[in-house]
């Protein structure tokens, strides 16, 4: 099953970088996970600026008419596996975005551009919950003050940093599905 193979949460690449693909939070299915490498493949570096989506594939017209429209003919779509009946994964390239995906790597989320924040805020919304938080790390100036009464430290070391949010994890950003026997990954550089 596949939430045994996967971690059960999404990481930083899903908030930061999946909504730079355009997808639509509420209309269109979302990945069981997203991560910056894979394990033991040509993508086994984040400097190549790829996003690896696994996807749960569904028998159903909103999974078909979603990866026909959206997946297949995405202008950033580098390929696709599919690993078993029922998961299939979607390599993006990221290199359109060079400059957002390297600030994302330094974990530098409130300097990504104003068009990528723009995607950030249409694919979360300003009124959900979730925007109080993605807010606060991409434009952490105007919160600098209320982290620093909640977390009890002084506000001036969290200017000095200047992020409120902190930089991702390799080790959760790292996929490790094994590719099937019969298939060898082929991603331009």
């Known amino acids: 099953m596949i939430s045994q193979i996967y971690h059960k949460y999404f990481q930083k690449s899903f908030t930061f970088l999946y909504p730079l693909l355009g997808f639509k939070r509420t209309k269109h299915p979302r990945p069981v996970q997203t991560f910056l490498i894979w394990k033991d493949t040509v993508l086994d570096d984040p400097q190549k600026r790829k996003l690896v ?15 026909s429209n959206y997946l297949i003919t995405h202008k950033q779509l580098e390929t696709c596996v599919p690993i078993s009946d029922k998961t299939i994964v979607y390599v993006f390239d990221f290199n359109c975005f060079s400059a957002d995906y390297d600030y994302f790597l330094k974990g530098k989320y409130s300097q990504m551009s104003s068009a990528a924040k723009k995607m950030l805020t249409d694919f979360y919304g300003t009124h959900t919950p979730e925007w109080v938080y993605i807010e606060s ?43 099937p026997d019969d298939i060898e990954l082929f991603i331009n550089p």
């Open 137 to 179: 790390f991409l434009f952490p100036a105007k919160y600098f003050k209320m982290y620093a009464q909640i977390l009890d430290m002084e506000e001036s070391l969290l200017k000095s940093v200047g992020e409120l949010c902190d930089r991702f994890n390799l080790e959760k950003e790292t996929c490790l599905v094994t590719l």
């Open 53 to 67: 989506c696994v996807y749960e594939k569904k028998d159903t017209e909103e999974w078909r008419s979603f990866e």
